[in-house]
């Protein structure tokens, strides 16, 4: 058996698989205070489904993977550890300095961000290697044993440690490290050529003291998890998930926790690559993930996970870089908590703050009075109230309604019909933007793709999301409401190591860079052998970051092989960049030579697939079809059929307007369009009119 469980900012859920090729979904309430209770909650709620005790459950648990925003939240509320920097003497200024640019250039009213870490924690440290990796400057031990002094009197919690240069030569690095060890124990440290060897000095530096200040936290998060698991009877191999798209054990991501910031949202486009593949849509599938709290969007092309090296912690540009490239994934604020207000000018808004699990909703009747996009929802008839997760949770259709008409309708002047019609036309309208911007924007018609529509709030607006973009298909999946857990499934225990070697294709420096590929193929050796299982999936992929001569920013190629026997093999790298480099730019400069940059090797551990698994579901509760008052836009209210997803057959087809709901999603199908229930399980809707 194996567990899947990822900590939202609403709800907290669980995708069980079981040894005979069937799974189960679960959700509960995140609980804030202590997201390990809430993940003991949802594991109860998963015991009780199946009339035993939870100890027996995790006892014949083998893995159990977890996924959390433990991390990103420490880091954007400044709940992270008391850092200090430690640089190369001279240059203090890494973190004020950052790589420029603004938002909004002509807005002078928006303060100079603030640096990751105060002035007053940056310390400067004698010493200078130069670029070739000659010391031009011997350490000043007495110097750095002096700063430590001022560290211990500052009362620092971890430190961070990035030296010029020290991706060529180590040497300063590691020595500083072994004084901090010596002169200050049990205060965690980072060394940025052990972390990110790569270049540019202000992302190895941000990498370095974000991955430093989350070490007390995540240290303390993950032997609590670990600890009370093991108390409730679970015995197995607990492994996280990671921002790359794959999972490690959970005692390496805490000794590199910044590998776990966004590393949920992560998940989606793994799902949706597998589940696109299965429903034969491998060219191009727009992934969304609607929560409780934001809507993540990314574009799987030809079955790649997108990739990028831009990855801020907060607002693009004003927030902080992690350094590390990661999967691709755009956020908005807007979920099913995400509260509509009225501006002073009469303007309608959805977002960004959300309800959150507590209070949540007003329907929930826990203390929310503002509106959300449920309480729309539910105003409008497509929620059942007593049907919410299954029963689990008892909404109250006219506390939704009355929130719904007191602060939106009557401002606008409009009944609660309207009010809330138009709270979700917004919230979809900004939805919409969102999958513009990684798609229209980057030259790519998302009425080629398909829309996989994941997240326990999806179906309430798929059908207009999908309809807006020009998508002729929509697929909500089986595993939908848990997309991101499900993806977690699907994901392999991975690892990535990188390093340094420049050369340029003109001049190519064949023994340097193979030096590099096998140093690399034996950290991942070495990974495979001591993490990996018998009989397991085994792979290693390379890849080199090049581009051309004067170009800033380097574009990843995966290499054929990890070695070059020939020159045939370089030539085929560069006919690769300028092939990539078409493809993203839409131009190339195929006569010029190519320079190579930083060279990776990536080791991968296939763990399962639960694409093959089937759910099990649970017997339908009252009636299979029926009807209920429903409002749609330019229709009005009708009655519209309402069907049980688990009564649905294969091949079955339903005309809108309709509603299909489980007990963890709803799936609203607007007139004019058609839902059929695939051979796999998924709901697949095809816009007809």
Same mark, same amino acid.
């Given at each position: 058996m194996?567990?899947s469980?990822?900590?939202g +900012?609403?709800?907290?859920? @669980?995708?069980? $698989?079981?040894?005979d090729?069937?799974?189960?979904?679960?959700k509960?309430?995140?609980?804030?205070?202590?997201?390990?209770?809430?993940?003991?909650?949802?594991?109860?709620?998963?015991?009780?489904?199946?009339?035993?005790?939870r100890?027996?459950?995790?006892?014949?648990c083998?893995?159990?993977?977890?996924?959390?925003?433990?991390?990103?939240?420490?880091?954007?509320t400044?709940?992270?550890?008391?850092?200090?920097f430690?640089?190369?003497?001279?240059?203090?200024? !890494?973190?004020?300095?950052?790589?420029?640019?603004?938002v909004?250039?002509?807005?002078?009213?928006?303060?100079?961000?603030?640096?990751?870490?105060?002035?007053?924690?940056?310390?400067e440290?004698?010493?200078?290697?130069?670029?070739?990796?000659?010391?031009?400057?011997?350490?000043?031990?007495?110097?750095?044993?002096?700063?430590?002094?001022?560290? $211990?009197?500052?009362?620092? &919690?971890?430190?961070?440690v990035?030296?010029?240069?020290?991706?060529?030569?180590?040497?300063?690095?590691?020595?500083?490290g072994?004084?901090?060890?010596?002169?200050?124990?049990?205060?965690?440290?980072?060394?940025?050529?052990?972390?990110?060897?790569?270049?540019? &000095?202000?992302?190895?530096?941000s990498?370095?003291?974000?991955?430093?200040?989350?070490k007390?936290?995540?240290?303390?998060y993950?032997?609590?998890?670990?600890?009370?698991?093991r108390a409730?009877?679970?015995?197995?191999?607990?492994l996280?998930?990671?921002?790359?798209?794959?999972?490690?054990?959970?005692?390496?991501?805490?000794?590199?926790?910044?590998?776990?910031?966004?590393?949920?949202?992560?998940?989606?486009?793994?799902?949706?690559?597998?589940?696109a593949?299965?429903e034969g849509?491998?060219?191009m599938?727009?992934?969304?993930? *609607? +929560?409780?709290?934001?809507?993540?969007?990314?574009?799987?092309?030809?079955?790649? !996970?997108?990739w990028?090296? &831009?990855?801020w912690l907060?607002?693009?540009?004003?927030?902080?870089?992690? +350094?590390?490239?990661?999967?691709?994934v755009?956020?908005?604020?807007?979920?099913?908590g995400?509260?509509?207000w009225?501006?002073?000018?009469?303007?309608?808004?959805?977002?960004?703050?959300?309800?959150?699990?507590?209070?949540?909703?007003?329907?929930?009747?826990?203390?929310?009075?503002?509106? *959300?996009?449920?309480?729309?929802?539910l105003?409008?008839?497509? !929620?059942?109230?007593?049907?919410?997760?299954?029963?689990?949770?008892?909404?109250?259709?006219?506390?939704?309604?009355?929130?719904?008409?007191?602060?939106?309708?009557?401002?606008?002047?409009?009944?609660?019909h309207e009010?809330?019609?138009?709270?979700?036309?917004?919230?979809?309208?900004n939805?919409?933007?969102?999958?513009?911007?990684?798609?229209?924007?980057?030259?790519?018609d998302?009425?080629?793709?398909?829309? !996989?529509?994941?997240?326990?709030?999806?179906?309430?607006?798929?059908?207009?999301?999908?309809?807006?973009l020009?998508?002729?298909?929509?697929?909500?999946?089986?595993?939908?409401?848990?997309?991101s857990?499900?993806?977690?499934?699907?994901?392999?225990?991975?690892?990535?190591?990188?390093?340094?070697?420049?050369?340029?294709?003109?001049?190519?420096?064949?023994?340097?860079?193979?030096?590099?590929?096998?140093?690399?193929?034996?950290?991942?050796?070495?990974?495979?052998?001591?993490?990996?299982?018998?009989?397991?999936?085994?792979?290693?992929?390379?890849?080199?970051?090049?581009?051309?001569?004067?170009?800033?920013?380097?574009?990843?190629?995966?290499?054929a092989?990890?070695?070059?026997?020939?020159?045939?093999?370089?030539?085929?790298?560069?006919?690769?960049?300028?092939?990539?480099h078409e493809?993203m730019?839409?131009?190339?400069?195929r006569?010029?030579?190519?320079?190579?940059?930083?060279?990776?090797?990536?080791?991968?551990?296939?763990?399962?697939?639960?694409?093959d698994?089937?759910?099990?579901?649970?017997?339908?509760l009252?009636?299979?079809?029926?009807?209920?008052?429903?409002?749609?836009?330019?229709?009005?209210l009708?009655?519209?059929?309402?069907?049980?997803?688990?009564a649905?057959?294969?091949?079955?087809?339903?005309?809108?307007?309709?509603i299909?709901?489980?007990?963890f999603?709803?799936?609203?199908?607007?007139?004019?369009?058609?839902v059929?229930?695939?051979?796999?399980?998924? @709901?697949?809707?095809?816009? *007809?009119?």
């Amino acid at each position: 058996m194996r567990l899947s469980v990822d900590v939202g +900012g609403t709800f907290t859920d @669980l995708v069980l $698989e079981a040894g005979d090729g069937t799974f189960r979904l679960f959700k509960s309430p995140t609980r804030p205070d202590d997201p390990v209770q809430g993940c003991l909650e949802v594991l109860q709620q998963a015991a009780d489904a199946d009339g035993r005790d939870r100890a027996a459950l995790l006892g014949e648990c083998e893995l159990f993977l977890h996924a959390t925003t433990r991390a990103t939240n420490a880091v954007l509320t400044g709940r992270t550890a008391r850092t200090a920097f430690l640089t190369t003497e001279g240059h203090p200024d !890494i973190f004020l300095l950052r790589e420029g640019g603004r938002v909004d250039p002509f807005d002078n009213t928006v303060p100079f961000p603030e640096p990751l870490v105060p002035r007053r924690l940056t310390f400067e440290v004698p010493e200078r290697i130069r670029a070739d990796g000659v010391v031009h400057k011997a350490l000043d031990e007495d110097a750095v044993r002096a700063v430590i002094a001022r560290l $211990e009197a500052a009362e620092v &919690e971890a430190v961070g440690v990035c030296l010029l240069w020290s991706i060529v030569n180590p040497d300063h690095e590691e020595r500083v490290g072994a004084l901090l060890a010596a002169h200050l124990p049990g205060v965690p440290y980072t060394l940025s050529h052990r972390l990110n060897p790569s270049l540019r &000095e202000y992302r190895r530096a941000s990498s370095a003291c974000i991955d430093a200040s989350l070490k007390p936290v995540m240290t303390g998060y993950l032997s609590s998890l670990e600890e009370r698991l093991r108390a409730a009877g679970f015995g197995g191999r607990l492994l996280t998930v990671t921002s790359q798209g794959g999972v490690v054990d959970a005692a390496d991501l805490a000794a590199t926790p910044i590998h776990s910031l966004n590393s949920g949202p992560a998940m989606a486009p793994v799902a949706g690559r597998n589940l696109a593949a299965a429903e034969g849509a491998e060219d191009m599938a727009i992934v969304a993930d *609607t +929560g409780g709290t934001s809507y993540d969007v990314s574009l799987v092309r030809k079955g790649r !996970i997108p990739w990028t090296r &831009e990855t801020w912690l907060g607002s693009r540009i004003r927030g902080h870089m992690t +350094g590390f490239p990661s999967v691709d994934v755009r956020s908005v604020g807007a979920g099913g908590g995400s509260i509509a207000w009225v501006d002073p000018g009469g303007m309608l808004h959805v977002g960004p703050d959300s309800a959150g699990s507590v209070p949540g909703p007003a329907c929930y009747g826990q203390g929310g009075s503002e509106p *959300t996009v449920t309480d729309a929802a539910l105003a409008l008839g497509y !929620i059942d109230a007593d049907f919410f997760l299954g029963g689990a949770i008892a909404l109250d259709a006219e506390r939704a309604t009355a929130a719904v008409a007191d602060k939106i309708g009557a401002p606008l002047g409009v009944g609660a019909h309207e009010a809330a019609s138009a709270v979700l036309d917004v919230v979809s309208q900004n939805m919409v933007h969102a999958i513009e911007d990684i798609t229209i924007n980057q030259g790519v018609d998302p009425r080629e793709a398909v829309l !996989i529509g994941g997240g326990g709030a999806a179906g309430l607006n798929s059908v207009q999301i999908a309809r807006r973009l020009g998508c002729k298909r929509l697929v909500i999946p089986e595993t939908g409401a848990t997309l991101s857990a499900a993806g977690a499934l699907m994901s392999d225990l991975s690892t990535e190591f990188s390093r340094t070697t420049f050369t340029t294709s003109d001049r190519f420096e064949t023994d340097a860079v193979n030096a590099t590929l096998a140093a690399l193929e034996a950290q991942c050796r070495a990974f495979l052998e001591g993490r990996g299982t018998a009989g397991m999936e085994q792979s290693i992929e390379f890849s080199v970051e090049a581009r051309y001569p004067h170009q800033v920013w380097e574009i990843e190629v995966p290499l054929a092989k990890g070695r070059f026997d020939g020159p045939e093999d370089v030539e085929r790298v560069v006919a690769d960049l300028h092939d990539l480099h078409e493809e993203m730019f839409a131009v190339a400069d195929r006569d010029s030579h190519v320079e190579a940059v930083t060279w990776r090797a990536r080791a991968r551990c296939a763990i399962g697939r639960l694409a093959d698994a089937r759910a099990v579901e649970p017997a339908a509760l009252g009636e299979e079809r029926w009807t209920r008052a429903a409002y749609f836009p330019g229709t009005g209210l009708v009655e519209a059929h309402v069907h049980r997803l688990q009564a649905m057959a294969a091949g079955e087809r339903i005309e809108g307007p309709a509603i299909v709901e489980s007990s963890f999603t709803t799936v609203v199908i607007d007139p004019g369009a058609s839902v059929v229930r695939s051979a796999n399980g998924n @709901l697949i809707v095809e816009m *007809t009119g």
